[in-house]
């Protein structure tokens, strides 16, 4: 896709919502942290629920600590890969405890060194609780990007080095966010709706869904 037409992919992703955010529920960036953990292989939805009932009992490394992993799990018992996830969430728990101060860490290094975070979980993290311009590939911005020919690539990292190299740095910061709702609300897995598609017309994919 062209220059201009990536500006203007961008410019009307943002005039429809010029001000995107995630859709987990967090007040903090170590809520925001568990809850992109729980969110692997998971609907954001399903980990709102669990962690409504998770974090006014428990939502700092001490007090998941204090739980342990039994208590956890009935928090969790929801989510798929839950008893994977609870022994994940613990031991970074613990690494908090003993390396950070109880505290989320800003770099993406000692982030990723965390169990149960991987570049996708510390780019989400990053930019959502950091603000920093980084972008996360996930399963829906991976479809967008690669049915509208935004930055086309047989798996997640090559989308992530394109997007990183395509994406203008004005629009850098919100375009996480903009691709993956568009992925989710729009651009769906089984039958995207395009004639409702605020980006049609610059879309490379040739397989568009018409009005029934």
Known sequence: MKREKIVELFRRLRELNPHP???LDYTTPFELLIAVILSAQATDVGVNKATKKLFPIANTP???LHLGEEGLKRYISTIGLYNAK???ILATCRILVDRHGSEV????EALEALPGVGSKTANVVLNTAFG???IAVDTHIFRVANRSGLAPGKNVRIVEEKLNKVVPTEFRKDAHHWLILHGRYVCKARKPECPRCAI???C???QKTVMP
């Open 21 to 23: 955010t995630t859709e």
């Open 62 to 64: 001490p007090a998941i």
């Open 86 to 88: 609870a022994k994940n």
């Open 105 to 108: 860490p800003h770099a993406r």
């Open 132 to 134: 920093e311009p980084t």
């Open 200 to 202: 049609n017309d610059l």
């Open 204 to 206: 490379a994919y040739r």
